[in-house]
Each structure stands twice: as C-alpha cells, then as structure tokens.
C-alpha cells in the first residue's frame, strides 16, 4: 500500500521559513495537499493540488510538489502556527495520510 | 454557516454495532463527495471511506466489509454503519467534504468529531 513518510518534528524561531516535507514513491505525479491540526480542533485545509491556498489561509503558507517529496514552505513563521501538520494524497481511490509533523515555534 | 456536525458516538463493546451521521448545511450537499476520516487519541489521521455524487463507494481495506457509508441527499446527511468493532476503532470520527472531484480527493471541510470507543 501507498505510504507518506514525515520527519516527526519541525522546530523553527519566530520570523524564520519553516519546511516541512512528505516523501512517497513518484509523490510529485500526485497531487499532494496539507492539513494544520493544533489541539483539539479539526484539521483545516491549508494547502491543496500542491500549492493552492484556500481562501483565509495566510500568503506565507506554499507548496511544492515534485519527484518523490512534497513541502509545505511557513515564510516568516507565527507562534500561531504551532500546530501539528499532514501531508495527504489520493492513489487508486485511496486517501493516504502522513503520519503527522509537530511544527514548534520556539 | 456551512458546517459539518457529527452525531452518533458511543461507547460500544468488541463485536458490536454503531451507526454514525453528519448533517450538513449551507452548501449543496449533493453536489459534493464525501468522507469519513478517524484519528486515534494523539495519533495520526486514518481514511475510512468515501461516497460520490452517484452513490459510489470506497473503503481502505481495514474496514472493508465492516463499515458502509451511504447519504440521503434529500436530508443533507451523511451516514456510517460500523459493524463487527474492535479496539483499533477506537477514535474521533470525522465527516469532511471533498471539492475535488476528477482532480483527486482532498477535504475542505470537517466537521468537529465524534468520538467512537470500542471497549468492554
């Protein structure tokens, strides 16, 4: 079955560039989207077809998606987006998650 | 207010039954696929199944044969039918809508969850 790997945590100091990354096999033919999950509440639509942003999301959210890895780029990252973050993909009418990434804005 | 709201949960012993609903409103329920997605306590998301516009259905093969989803457009609502439950399907069950269509599946919205535990 089609697995998303990504790193466990991600720490980065307020103002920098956050980069979190989703490694899966040929990922980059995919269309790959991003989720922000903080405490008790629902994901939330972040990033979708590999670098859309939804309405409401701030400009300093970006993707990118090519050959096996997606990233999710945070210019000048807020203490608000400490949040835990998924990277998903959608391979032979299956959702595939990744297993999740703890950003802390230290 | 387009929102999601799930309904259903329930403690519920090992080999038992549950059935889930997620009622929708402010947007055009039926022109949208649907999802159910679950997330065990502080762990990762999980897919769980999906229905079309047309009625298609899908399901990873964890809960294939287990779980049914199904809709009833005319009531704007969402259902899950959980049978034969184990402790692995103990989690936070969410509806989420899915805009995507031809261009693959992803969610735009979810609801806030109900919580399913499965335990003597």
């Known amino acids: 079955s089609y697995e998303l790997i990504q790193p466990p945590s991600v720490s980065v100091s307020p103002g920098q560039t956050a980069s979190i990354t989703c490694s899966g096999d040929?990922?980059?033919?995919?269309?790959a989207c991003w989720y922000r999950q903080k405490p008790g509440q629902s994901p939330v639509l972040v990033i979708y077809q590999d670098n859309k942003r939804p309405s409401g999301i701030p400009e300093r959210f970006s993707g990118s998606n090519s050959g096996n890895t997606a990233t999710l780029t945070i210019s000048g990252t807020q203490a608000m987006d400490e949040a835990d973050y998924y990277c998903q993909a959608w391979d032979s009418s299956t959702v595939v998650f990744g297993g999740g990434t703890k950003l802390t804005v230290l | 207010e387009v929102q999601l709201v799930e309904s259903g949960g329930d403690l519920v012993q090992p080999g038992g039954s549950l059935r889930l609903s997620c009622a929708a409103s402010?947007?055009?329920?039926?022109?949208?696929?649907m999802h159910w997605v679950r997330q065990t306590t502080g762990k990762g998301l999980e897919w769980v199944s999906a229905i079309g516009t047309a009625g298609d259905t899908y399901y990873p093969g964890s809960v294939k044969g287990r779980f049914t989803i199904s809709r009833e457009n005319a009531k704007n609502s969402l259902y899950l039918q959980m049978n034969s439950l184990r402790a692995g399907d103990t989690a936070v069950y969410y509806c989420a809508r899915d805009p995507g269509g031809v261009t693959g599946w992803y969610f735009d919205l979810w609801g806030r969850g109900t919580l399913v535990t499965v335990s003597s």
């Open positions: 402010g947007f055009t329920f039926s022109t949208y696929d």
């Open positions: 040929k990922l980059g033919d995919k269309y």
